[in-house]
T-cell receptor, first 113, second 113 residues
Framework: GESVGLHLPTLSVQEGDNSIINCAYSNSASDYFIWYKQESGKGPQFIIDIRSNMDKRQGQRVTVLLNKTVKHLSLQIAATQPGDSAVYFC????????????FGKGTRLHILP | DAMVIQNPRYQVTQFGKPVTLSCSQTLNHNVMYWYQQKSSQAPKLLFHYYDKDFNNEADTPDNFQSRRPNTSFCFLDIRSPGLGDAAMYLC????????????FGQGTRLTVV
């Protein structure tokens, strides 16, 4: 079965506010956790990843936090924009599973004007 | 410029009639993946190649086959499509050492009638 999953299927956020998308995982052997964004009618697009020995990683307007104690992963998007509307998937990769990227369930992010 | 190209974007096939979906890449990546994505669900890995080494997922039905004649091209063959095989099929590539950052095509939406 899937080793990653999401708490909420839909998140609505006011434009300009920060968004926090959460993900729970069960595979303690995962080496990387990854966030992908999928816009309507398109394939998923890589956003950011974090190695399992890290707690935090920042990108452009995004931050990923990893809490291994409670097996929780989050994606924070600063100053949410209309272009951030999409479905966000967390995913994982384990070196002992070679090159596989396994996706969890998605969260749809709605941006309110 | 598109780097992972899937053809066609939309494919309609008859129940039980073999169908082939194609994927090409200009990235020269070692790894190529085929995912199946049904409506409002996460992409599900069917199989992937590391160069010519084929890796099938344990729960991928025998009805699904794949070919990778060279680095640039990969094909998904569905031998006898059923109504339950209607889905978006996504091709992706990644580079060894950076497997978390997969590049996806726009997908082929398969309809079975």
């Amino acid at each position: 079965g899937e080793s990653v999953g999401l708490h909420l299927p839909t998140l609505s956020v006011q434009e300009g506010d920060n968004s926090i998308i959460n993900c729970a995982y069960s595979n303690s052997a995962s080496d990387y956790f990854i966030w992908y964004k999928q816009e309507s009618g398109k394939g998923p697009q890589f956003i950011i990843d974090i190695r399992s020995n890290m707690d935090k990683r920042q990108g452009q307007r995004v931050t990923v936090l990893l809490n291994k104690t409670v097996k929780h992963l989050s994606l924070q998007i600063a100053a949410t924009q209309p272009g951030d509307s999409a479905v966000y998937f967390c995913a994982e990769n384990s070196e002992n599973r070679d090159d596989k990227i396994i996706f969890g369930k998605g969260t749809r992010l709605h941006i309110l004007p | 410029d598109a780097m992972v190209i899937q053809n066609p974007r939309y494919q309609v096939t008859q129940f039980g009639k073999p169908v082939t979906l194609s994927c090409s890449q200009t990235l020269n990546h070692n790894v190529m993946y085929w995912y199946q994505q049904k409506s409002s669900q996460a992409p599900k890995l069917l199989f992937h190649y590391y160069d010519k080494d084929f890796n099938n997922e344990a729960d991928t039905p025998d009805n699904f086959q794949s070919r990778r004649p060279n680095t640039s091209f990969c094909f998904l063959d569905i031998r006898s499509p059923g109504l339950g095989d209607a889905a978006m099929y996504l091709c992706a590539t990644s580079r060894v050492g950076v497997v978390t950052e997969a590049f996806f095509g726009q997908g082929t939406r398969l309809t079975v009638v």
